[in-house]
Each structure stands twice: as structure tokens, then as C-alpha cells.
């Protein structure tokens, strides 16, 4: 049996260590907002080059998560680190930092829950007016629309095309996985069931109605968006979803449409997040 002194051990230890792909981190930042009366949570994906490389500027995306979940969910539910580390490590894509912001709760009723404004709950003037300009400038990324992509599931796929729908020069490419777009509009909803006003909230925010109503000025802007609408063939969801590329690539839209077998599941979303970085990437300005 061969043996190995202390030393020869530590050192063959290092070779494999440091033979290793690096690995990156993923760190909860919290942010008090005025809009909102209260302090919010975001998760932040930092690449392994981030800590040592102090001049370097980032491409940024927002990682929208869906209804009853929170800024947790993409790591903890989708292992959103791992796809990132592997996917860098092997030159698919670039490093990006990566935002997940906290927009939901499990109680439905009394929390809020959603991406747009509703009476008595501003979340996208939050995200816009605090958040995004809050972790650009403390993580030194995006900073223009070239560097910047939002995506996002279900809540968040509807949540990620509403906010490149209305804020399009804020952003190079949107990918929308199994978007919640529609919903049934609750008249005489009280603000004391967040679900109903959520509900309202969807319903006024429907893409395809808003497209199909814009003008030509808001149909250019829309166009310098790169969109791509992913939704699996046994989703619930999957009828707007289609009706939703469609009306796209009726105005001429830049979109691309993925329908892969799957259901509205973790499964499918974190392999979504394998076409979702690569297709980001190839949008972000040099």
C-alpha cells in the first residue's frame, strides 16, 4: 500500500480544489422602501469573478418568481445557482448578477401578492423607483436598457412581459415561462382580499388586449424587445400563452415561441432557465 506524507496530501488536496470550476454565491439583500411602507427582500446571484474583479460591470437580469412564492423560491425550488455556475463555467454564457425580488406570500388573502400597482400597494413603482436603481448602483450592473433582461414564471412570466410592455426602453430582452396573463376581473373587490385585487390587478394588465390596442409609436417601441414566450402543452395556462405570440407575431414582433412537453411544475421552469440564460445573453449590448 502506498502511503503519502502530510504535505504530498495538502497538495494534491489543492491541485483538485483549485482544478474545480469556481463557483459563485448567492446572498439576501434587503432594501426599505417609502413607496411601500416596509422592507423588502431580494436575493442576488453574484458571479465568481464579482469579489475579485472590483472594476468589472455586469449585464443584469430579474428573475420574477410566481404566486404564494417569494425572492427564496428560484434557489431553493429551481437551483438557480447551479445552472448559472455551470452554464458560465462553460462559456454558455457571460457572468450576469441576477435579481430576485420578493413580490408574494403563501396567504394570498391578507398578504400581497403581484408585480403591478394596485390600491394601496405600488409594487412597480417600488421596483422601478427604488429597487432597480438601488442594486444597480451597489452591484454594479446593468445601468442601460442593452444591459438589461427580466424573466420571470407564471406571476412572474406575466409580471416579466407587463414590465417590458410598459417600461420597454428599460429592457433588451424579456422571457416569459408559462405567463399568467389573464384573469377574470372581480367587480367590487375589497382591498382586505389581496387575491381579488391581484385578480383585477392581471386582468387590466393583459398583454394581448394591450398590444392589440396600441398605436405604432407603442408597436415600435415594443419591437426593440426581444421577447420569447415559453409554455408547456399540458399548462393550464397555455391557451393566452399562444394567443399571446401570435398577436406578437402578427405586429411583427422580434419573439420566438417554445412549447415543450411539461406542465406548470418546477421541472419544466428549471429546465426553461437552461434557454432563458443563453437567449438573455445573446441580447445584452456589448
Given amino acids: 500500500m502506498r502511503h503519502y506524507s502530510f504535505n504530498t ?3 494534491l ?3 483538485l480544489t ?15 422602501s417609502n413607496v411601500l411602507g416596509v422592507t423588502k427582500y431580494y436575493n442576488v446571484y453574484l458571479p465568481s469573478s464579482y469579489k475579485n474583479d ?20 428560484w434557489l431553493e425550488k429551481g437551483q438557480m445557482d447551479r445552472v448559472m455556475d455551470e452554464l458560465i463555467n462553460c462559456g454558455e454564457i457571460p457572468p450576469m448578477v441576477v435579481i430576485m425580488p420578493n413580490a408574494g406570500d403563501s396567504d394570498t388573502r391578507r398578504i400581497w401578492n403581484g408585480y403591478f400597482n394596485m390600491p394601496g400597494w405600488s409594487y412597480e413603482d417600488f ?3 427604488e429597487l432597480l436603481p438601488t442594486v444597480e448602483a451597489k452591484y454594479r450592473a446593468g445601468g442601460s436598457k442593452e444591459q438589461r433582461a427580466i424573466a420571470g414564471l407564471s406571476m412572474g412570466g406575466g409580471g416579466s412581459v407587463g414590465y417590458a410592455i410598459a417600461h420597454s426602453d428599460m429592457f433588451v430582452a ?36 394591450i398590444i392589440e390596442q ?30 399571446l405570440y401570435k398577436v406578437m407575431r402578427q405586429k411583427h414582433f422580434k419573439a420566438q415561441l417554445r412549447v415543450r ?26
Avoid at 18 to 32: C, F, M, N, Q
Avoid at 219 to 238: E, M, N, P, Q, T
Fill in 261 to 286: 412537453d411539461g406542465s406548470h411544475n418546477w421541472e419544466y421552469w428549471h429546465n426553461a432557465l437552461r434557454l432563458c440564460l443563453p437567449f438573455v445573453s445573446r441580447a445584452f449590448g456589448k
Fill in 54 to 73: 472590483t472594476q468589472a460591470h455586469y449585464p443584469i437580469l430579474y428573475l420574477l418568481h410566481g404566486l404564494t412564492d417569494n425572492h427564496r423560491a
Fill in 127 to 129: 421596483f422601478f423607483q
Fill in 9 to 11: 496530501l495538502f497538495v
Fill in 174 to 209: 424579456c422571457y416569459a415561462m408559462s405567463a399568467w396573463l389573464t384573469a377574470e376581473k372581480r367587480e367590487n373587490a375589497d382591498v382586505k382580499d389581496k387575491m381579488a385585487m391581484l385578480s383585477n390587478a392581471v386582468h387590466d394588465h393583459d398583454p394581448v388586449t
Fill in 18 to 32: 483549485t482544478a474545480l470550476p469556481s463557483r459563485a454565491g448567492v446572498i439576501t439583500d434587503s432594501l426599505k
Fill in 214 to 243: 396600441a398605436d405604432e409609436a407603442k408597436l415600435d417601441a415594443l419591437r426593440s424587445v426581444k421577447w420569447y414566450i415559453d409554455c408547456g402543452d399540458d399548462d393550464f395556462l397555455f391557451d393566452r400563452n399562444i394567443d
Fill in 13 to 15: 488536496l489543492l491541485a
